[in-house]
């Protein structure tokens, strides 16, 4: 099993910034890839950011070059960076965990990019 809990979502100003983490806890030595998706109202899940064990990064075009994925092995938290932000961007943002064992998600933290 793990445990996802995200943090740092609110409400921002178009062109503000954000950055939302994700501590794991549990069985994370088995974790492949840890993943950010967002869901806009009205719309379906759909991937954000990723970033593998081995440290290769993957961000979505609608976000390549103001959204970067990182991570903090000592912490096991990862994080994702949120610059130039947009209405569009306005979602609830869920971690991902792809493990040996199974995919786990978080509760989701909710984004707001209005003025």
């Known amino acids: 099993q793990v445990q996802l809990v995200e943090s740092g979502g609110g409400l921002v100003q178009p062109g503000g910034s954000l950055t939302l983490s994700c501590a794991a806890s549990?069985?994370?030595?088995?974790?492949?890839?840890m993943s950010w998706y967002r869901q806009a109202p009205g719309k379906q899940r759909e991937p954000v950011a990723s970033?593998?064990?081995?440290?290769?990064?993957w961000t979505a075009d609608s976000v390549q070059g103001r959204f970067t994925v990182s991570r903090d092995g000592a912490t096991n938290t990862v994080y994702l960076q949120m610059s130039n932000l947009e209405p569009e961007d306005t979602a609830v943002y869920y971690c991902?965990?792809?493990?040996?064992?199974?995919?786990?998600w978080g509760q989701g933290t909710q984004v707001a990019v209005s003025s």
């Open positions: 991902k965990a792809a493990t040996t064992t199974g995919e786990y």
């Open positions: 970033i593998a064990s081995v440290g290769n990064t």
């Open positions: 549990g069985r994370i030595s088995n974790m492949n890839v």
